[in-house]
């Protein structure tokens, strides 16, 4: 009686277990059908510099929403993972391991700051994870030796001579005071305006803030004593420029102001200071899309949905489409696309036709190949092209 | 050298302005330590509100129109803000002090730390964390500007500073001739005798509160006015200002607060004419504890009354 008791108990046991197998492996089985890829989105999500980090995340979603409604990535879905940095190199780290620990995100788009790129690429590095920045600048950070970078936007080194070039020539300035904000993209920018200005003969003197400044009237009277004929900008934040160009009015002193790509922001810049930042010029690191053709689709359904588009609204979906178009070329069976073949695909991304206005393609740094630097003034409210210079990067 | 001189007289009026300004925020800060024997590090994050909540009424009037009579806007602003953060400083004081009360001493400073970093994160989450544009050019021009002996001096800074003073002169009025005034003038000397001689001092303490955080409020709206933007973070380091203000002059000492606050901001201003601009704050940090080093008690703070 108990014998037989207990092979019963066996029996329904073996019968519990077989069941639970079975079970377990037709969920793996549905499971891995579906499970969808995953791509990070690091950028700056609250902070200073948010506007910007939440518009390009806009344009990724956007890119993610187009790719997963024709069939994602061969049939599997893609998820966001968003990894807000706060534009904060420590934040930056922090995030870059949470998405490297995820084994299903197979590439990153961003860092967006350059500051947070060059904090967060040994990460990323050792994660073996494709990361394509948007917007990241600083010449170093596709010097180091990190083969997982790539971006779109050319480096510092091509934009800041490039302005130096467009201050000597067109505007023939004699004295030059450069502001910058200690940033690794606002303080390298400048550092690469610099040298290229003095070789010109041109008189230049330099000041930093911090981005937490506030008061800017100690600098700026300490400017308004050298009279310059151009205060450069070297700063991150366009709401802060825009602070500064109303707070240099209040003090009587009215130059021409120039500042990079990242101060081209229409609402922040030109409006936030009301009328002030008239005439002023600044450099953009591609085409204005609005320019371009291929663009006009996006453009209205971005603005439709999601308010005006700023500066990297663009750059942004063309980074997420770029790293989607590798994840469909890293391999014929979606179940085997990994970090390794996504990396490799990126790599070989060669002329690709996007929204940006040329065709792109990565050198064996990962930098762009074929970019412009164009220069833009305000004018009526609006940013103006007055210049286009090639992006050409002296060798080292 | 003489680009030197040259910024002397604008850097004198830069530090005059921003240390008008400090001075609200000492006198704050001071009047609370004075009742309360406490450090108040929430007043920064009051102030910022102040800032945000004058940007609310000007928004309101510039919604509606009214944005065409500047004297009735700014009037709005400063009256929202002050009644906005004196509600926000009686509320403090009851749900974050008043329980504490009678403990440990270290208990409300570490309250008033929490009480910071709720401020800060709501004014994160209610802003999405951006910067909100003061449209200051609409209410008083940018380019009017006075010249004087070489520093230019524009209407804002006309209007900051004629404000502090106002603020100042009304307190002192309040402080020095009204029954209140008195009532808390012998709760910062002696709480148990001033309950003794029928002076409540639970509402005295406050009372103190509200009126603090009130100038801490108009301060909000002026230095949102003067840097034309203000973002959940400004009052951070307005806090850490204010508190090297009172403590240069004296904590608990309401002359040692405003002088303390223009020392500061005109330490802040020369500064830059000696060092990079990127070192003003360790300039005034070092004023700080040069003071302390001389005088341990501030410039004008009573050996005694420290140790109370």
Same mark, same amino acid.
């Given at each position: 009686?108990?014998?037989?008791?207990?092979?019963?108990?066996?029996?329904?046991?073996?019968?519990?277990?077989?069941?639970?197998?079975?079970?377990?492996?037709?969920?793996?089985?549905?499971?891995?059908?579906?499970?969808?890829?995953?791509?990070?989105?690091?950028?700056?999500?609250?902070?200073?510099?948010?506007?910007?980090?939440?518009?390009?995340?806009?344009?990724?979603?956007?890119?993610?929403?187009?790719?997963?409604?024709?069939?994602?990535?061969?049939?599997?879905?893609?998820?966001?993972?968003?990894?807000?940095?706060?534009?904060?190199?420590?934040?930056?780290?922090?995030?870059?391991?949470?998405?490297?620990?995820?084994?299903?995100?197979?590439?990153?788009?961003?860092?967006?700051?350059?500051?947070? %790129? *060059? #904090? @967060?690429?040994?990460?990323? &590095?050792? $994660? !073996? /994870?494709?990361?394509?920045?948007?917007?990241?600048?600083?010449?170093?950070?596709?010097?180091?030796?990190?083969?997982?970078?790539?971006?779109?936007?050319?480096?510092?080194?091509?934009?800041?001579?490039?302005?130096?070039?467009?201050?000597?020539?067109?505007?023939?300035?004699?004295?030059?005071?450069?502001?910058?904000?200690?940033?690794?993209?606002?303080?390298?920018?400048?550092?690469?305006?610099?040298?290229?200005?003095?070789?010109?003969?041109?008189?230049?003197?330099?000041?930093?803030?911090?981005?937490?400044?506030?008061?800017?009237?100690?600098?700026?009277?300490?400017?308004?004593?050298?009279?310059?004929?151009?205060?450069?900008?070297?700063?991150?934040?366009? %709401? *802060? #420029? @825009?602070?500064?160009?109303? &707070?240099? $009015? !209040? /003090?009587?002193?009215?130059?021409?102001?120039?500042?990079?790509?990242?101060?081209?922001?229409?609402?922040?810049?030109?409006?936030?200071?009301?009328?002030?930042?008239?005439?002023?010029?600044?450099?953009?690191?591609?085409?204005?899309?609005?320019?371009?053709?291929?663009?006009?689709?996006?453009?209205?359904?971005?603005?439709?949905?999601?308010?005006?588009?700023?500066?990297?609204?663009?750059?942004?979906?063309?980074?997420?489409?770029?790293?989607?178009?590798?994840?469909?070329?890293?391999?014929?069976?979606?179940?085997?696309?990994?970090?390794?073949?996504?990396?490799?695909?990126?790599?070989?991304?060669?002329?690709?036709?996007?929204?940006?206005?040329?065709?792109?393609?990565?050198?064996?740094?990962?930098?762009?190949?074929? $970019?412009?630097?164009?220069?833009?003034?305000?004018?009526?409210?609006?940013?103006?092209?007055?210049?286009?210079?090639?992006?050409?990067?002296?060798?080292? | 050298?003489?680009?030197?001189?040259?910024?002397?007289?604008?850097?004198?009026?830069?530090?005059?302005?921003?240390?008008?300004?400090?001075?609200?925020?000492?006198?704050?800060?001071?009047?609370?330590?004075?009742?309360?024997?406490?450090?108040?590090?929430?007043?920064?994050?009051?102030?910022?509100?102040?800032?945000?909540?004058?940007?609310?009424?000007?928004?309101?009037?510039?919604?509606?129109?009214?944005?065409?009579?500047?004297?009735?806007?700014?009037?709005?602003?400063?009256?929202?803000?002050?009644?906005?953060?004196?509600?926000?400083?009686?509320?403090?004081?009851?749900?974050?002090?008043?329980?504490?009360?009678?403990?440990?001493?270290?208990?409300?400073?570490?309250?008033?730390?929490?009480?910071?970093?709720?401020?800060?994160?709501?004014?994160?989450?209610?802003?999405?964390?951006?910067?909100?544009?003061?449209?200051?050019?609409?209410?008083?021009?940018?380019?009017?500007?006075?010249?004087?002996?070489?520093?230019?001096?524009?209407?804002?800074?006309?209007?900051?500073?004629?404000?502090?003073?106002?603020?100042?002169?009304?307190?002192?009025?309040?402080?020095?001739?009204?029954?209140?005034?008195?009532?808390?003038?012998?709760?910062?000397?002696?709480?148990?005798?001033?309950?003794?001689?029928?002076?409540?001092?639970?509402?005295?303490?406050?009372?103190?509160?509200?009126?603090?955080?009130?100038?801490?409020?108009?301060?909000?709206?002026?230095?949102?006015?003067?840097?034309?933007?203000?973002?959940?973070?400004?009052?951070?380091?307005?806090?850490?200002?204010?508190?090297?203000?009172?403590?240069?002059?004296?904590?608990?000492?309401?002359?040692?607060?405003?002088?303390?606050?223009?020392?500061?901001?005109?330490?802040?201003?020369?500064?830059?004419?000696?060092?990079?601009?990127?070192?003003?704050?360790?300039?005034?940090?070092?004023?700080?504890?040069?003071?302390?080093?001389?005088?341990?008690?501030?410039?004008?703070?009573?050996?005694?009354?420290?140790?109370?």
């Amino acid at each position: 009686m108990i014998k037989s008791s207990r092979g019963k108990m066996k029996i329904i046991c073996l019968a519990v277990a077989a069941a639970l197998l079975l079970t377990a492996a037709t969920g793996l089985g549905r499971s891995a059908k579906l499970t969808p890829i995953k791509i990070g989105a690091a950028g700056p999500y609250t902070g200073d510099v948010s506007k910007i980090g939440l518009d390009g995340l806009n344009a990724i979603r956007m890119a993610v929403d187009e790719a997963n409604a024709a069939g994602g990535i061969g049939g599997r879905k893609i998820e966001i993972v968003e990894a807000d940095d706060a534009a904060d190199p420590s934040k930056a780290i922090l995030v870059a391991e949470k998405l490297a620990m995820d084994r299903s995100v197979i590439g990153v788009i961003g860092p967006m700051n350059s500051a947070t %790129a *060059q #904090a @967060a690429l040994p990460t990323y &590095q050792r $994660a !073996g /994870l494709a990361v394509i920045s948007q917007s990241a600048t600083n010449p170093d950070l596709t010097e180091m030796g990190y083969t997982v970078m790539h971006r779109i936007c050319p480096r510092d080194d091509a934009q800041g001579p490039a302005s130096a070039r467009f201050i000597i020539e067109v505007l023939k300035a004699k004295t030059v005071y450069i502001i910058d904000d200690k940033t690794t993209y606002g303080q390298g920018l400048s550092d690469q305006v610099e040298p290229a200005l003095k070789a010109a003969g041109v008189r230049v003197l330099r000041g930093q803030i911090s981005m937490e400044d506030r008061d800017f009237s100690p600098i700026l009277t300490r400017v308004k004593s050298s009279a310059p004929d151009l205060v450069y900008l070297g700063l991150a934040n366009p %709401a *802060q #420029a @825009a602070s500064l160009i109303k &707070q240099a $009015a !209040g /003090l009587g002193l009215k130059p021409v102001f120039m500042g990079g790509d990242g101060l081209k922001e229409r609402d922040q810049l030109i409006d936030g200071a009301a009328g002030l930042a008239e005439g002023m010029y600044v450099t953009s690191i591609g085409r204005d899309i609005r320019e371009v053709p291929e663009a006009r689709d996006f453009i209205r359904k971005f603005e439709s949905k999601y308010g005006a588009l700023s500066v990297f609204g663009g750059q942004s979906y063309e980074a997420a489409n770029i790293l989607i178009d590798a994840a469909r070329r890293a391999h014929s069976d979606p179940m085997k696309i990994t970090r390794a073949n996504v990396l490799a695909a990126l790599g070989k991304t060669r002329g690709y036709k996007g929204i940006l206005g040329f065709p792109i393609s990565f050198d064996s740094k990962g930098d762009v190949v074929g $970019a412009s630097i164009f220069v833009y003034q305000v004018k009526g409210k609006e940013f103006v092209p007055v210049k286009e210079y090639p992006a050409t990067v002296r060798a080292k | 050298m003489e680009q030197f001189l040259a910024q002397v007289p604008q850097q004198i009026v830069n530090g005059i302005t921003l240390g008008s300004v400090y001075a609200l925020l000492a006198l704050g800060y001071s009047m609370v330590y004075g009742v309360l024997k406490m450090l108040n590090f929430a007043h920064g994050d009051v102030f910022m509100v102040g800032a945000f909540a004058g940007w609310a009424v000007l928004s309101l009037f510039e919604q509606n129109g009214l944005i065409a009579m500047p004297a009735l806007a700014l009037a709005a602003m400063a009256l929202g803000a002050i009644v906005a953060t004196a509600l926000l400083g009686a509320a403090i004081e009851r749900f974050a002090y008043r329980p504490l009360r009678g403990g440990s001493r270290l208990a409300p400073l570490i309250s008033a730390l929490g009480v910071s970093i709720i401020l800060e994160n709501a004014a994160m989450l209610l802003t999405s964390g951006r910067a909100k544009t003061f449209p200051t050019e609409l209410l008083i021009p940018q380019d009017m500007v006075v010249h004087v002996a070489g520093a230019a001096i524009s209407a804002t800074r006309l209007a900051m500073l004629g404000t502090s003073i106002l603020a100042m002169v009304i307190l002192d009025a309040v402080v020095l001739k009204t029954k209140f005034g008195r009532a808390m003038r012998a709760t910062s000397q002696d709480a148990e005798a001033a309950e003794y001689m029928g002076i409540r001092t639970s509402l005295v303490i406050s009372a103190t509160f509200m009126l603090g955080s009130a100038l801490a409020g108009l301060a909000g709206v002026m230095i949102g006015l003067y840097y034309t933007q203000v973002d959940f973070m400004i009052g951070f380091s307005a806090g850490m200002k204010a508190f090297t203000a009172a403590v240069l002059g004296g904590i608990g000492s309401f002359r040692g607060a405003v002088v303390g606050g223009l020392l500061l901001g005109l330490a802040e201003s020369f500064g830059v004419l000696i060092a990079p601009p990127v070192y003003k704050d360790a300039i005034v940090f070092a004023v700080l504890i040069l003071t302390l080093i001389l005088r341990p008690h501030g410039l004008y703070g009573k050996p005694q009354q420290a140790r109370a």
